[in-house]
């Protein structure tokens, strides 16, 4: 393998899951690599090698890696120095992986060498590797003491073919599999806790989710559109991309109000937001809904209103956070870093058309008559009740106000 001369940072990038499928793993990979792409800046390149693949920073790397981080597939990151394979080029970068870390600590600072010779024609074994390294580093850092055991410092030297990788971070990364290798959903979006994460879990398991968020203007204010739009600016990064739609909820909504029984209200809503997404769902080709719902969580959450729910429409509706407890989802929530937009202030349809005391056990047939009676037709077109907006994997808004498959 021809061997670069120079000194590159580069961030190697660890894949988990997808390297065991094996008949799909060329196209695992393919789309892996696509997906970082797409969240990396202009210019930054990926190179696929036995298992592994290498990002050549350009520009901050920090950046980088906050950006790969949100990658599904990716199990763990760490920023490399690579060197070409000679002995003096690898013992500097070791000095200066091992000095880089040392200077970041204030008081005593100890390391251990993990080396691994994976190009076996190299001249040390990998123990060679650990004390030769491992006794340069002592003898040029001040301060340095070796702990093989709970070390501040693990420097991982690794001897490829094409090169020496020196490395002194790992980064987790979110494991899962790449979006876009398990097909596509639709997600029902609303601006509190608990649907952004029900829609990030699918995302892990390889799906590329789509948004539809139900508003009622003007019952429902700017403020409500925002944050569903943050919310999914902010998933974007981890779905190589996210199309939110907006759909008009206000006429269905006034006559729900108007016409079924305040206590079945809540349970035609959720059905009639189902449906509606059912139809957009078909008319995007997409063959399953994601919701954030949790058993017994709220009224219209037990398992009766789940039944009653889940009758409205053929589709399947994939509830990944039904066996969680809230506290479980804000955790998650506040790792990826949607939670601080799902507490802003707002108007959500659901509090404010929602009854006082749900029906937490209604029955299908009753939940029927209230639907038949309040007559809840969608027009022919589902497109006049929804219009939509396309963020890049970088989170940046693409397309605004129509379907953005024009
Ligand atoms: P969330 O925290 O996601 O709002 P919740 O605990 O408030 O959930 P509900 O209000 O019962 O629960 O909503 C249940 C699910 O219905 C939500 O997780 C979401 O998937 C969907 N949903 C509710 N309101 C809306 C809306 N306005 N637009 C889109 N989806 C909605
Ligand atoms: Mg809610």
């Given at each position: 393998m021809q061997q670069d001369a120079r000194t590159e940072n580069v961030i190697l990038v660890r894949f988990g899951e997808i390297a065991l499928k094996k008949q799909n793993r060329g196209e695992f990979e393919r789309r892996l690599v696509h997906n970082m792409k797409n969240v990396l800046p202009q210019g930054a390149k990926v190179r696929r090698e036995s298992g592994r693949m290498y990002v050549t920073a350009v520009g901050n790397e920090e950046e980088l890696l906050s950006r790969l981080r949100r990658v599904f597939g990716i199990v763990s990151l760490s920023p490399a120095l690579r060197v070409p394979v000679d002995d003096e080029r690898i013992a500097a970068a070791a000095l200066q992986v091992a000095e880089a870390a040392a200077g970041e600590s204030d008081g005593e600072f100890t390391f251990k060498i993990e080396a691994r010779?994976?190009?076996?024609?190299?001249?040390?074994?990998s123990p060679d590797i650990n004390q030769w390294l491992g006794a340069h580093v002592l003898r040029n850092v001040p301060g340095l003491s070796v702990d093989l055991h709970e070390p501040d410092l693990r420097l991982q030297a690794e001897i490829r073919p094409d090169g020496a990788y020196l490395m002194g971070r790992v980064v987790q990364g979110p494991g899962g599999l790449p979006v876009g290798s398990s097909g596509r959903a639709l997600a029902l979006l609303s601006g509190g806790i608990d649907s952004p994460v029900a829609a990030w879990y699918m995302m892990k398991r390889g799906l590329k989710m789509e948004a539809v968020h139900f508003h009622t203007p003007p019952f429902t204010g700017p403020r409500a559109q925002k944050k569903a739009e943050d919310l999914a600016a902010r998933l974007a990064p981890s779905n190589d991309g996210m199309v939110l739609h907006l759909f008009h909820f206000t006429s269905l909504q006034e006559k729900i109000s108007r016409n079924c029984p305040e206590r079945l209200s809540l349970s035609v809503m959720r059905r009639t937001m189902l449906r509606a997404a059912e139809r957009l769902a078909q008319h995007r080709g997409i063959g399953a809904l994601v919701t954030g719902e949790s058993l017994g969580q709220v009224a219209s959450q037990t398992l009766e209103n789940l039944i009653v729910t889940n009758a409205s429409v053929d589709m399947p509706v994939l509830?990944?956070?039904?066996?969680?407890d809230k506290d479980e989802v804000v955790q998650r929530a506040r790792s990826i870093e949607t939670y601080d937009i799902s507490i802003r202030p707002h108007e959500d349809c659901c509090t404010l058309f929602v009854?006082?005391?749900?029906?937490?056990r209604p029955s299908l047939p009753e939940v029927l008559r209230a639907e038949d009676n309040a007559a809840l037709n969608f027009p022919?077109?589902?497109?006049?009740m929804f219009m939509s907006l396309e963020f890049d994997a970088r989170g940046d808004l693409r397309h605004n106000g129509a379907d953005p498959r024009r």
């Open positions: 010779r994976a190009d076996k024609t190299y001249h040390r074994t509830r990944p956070l039904v066996g969680l009854p006082a005391h749900p029906k937490t022919e077109n589902p497109e006049e």
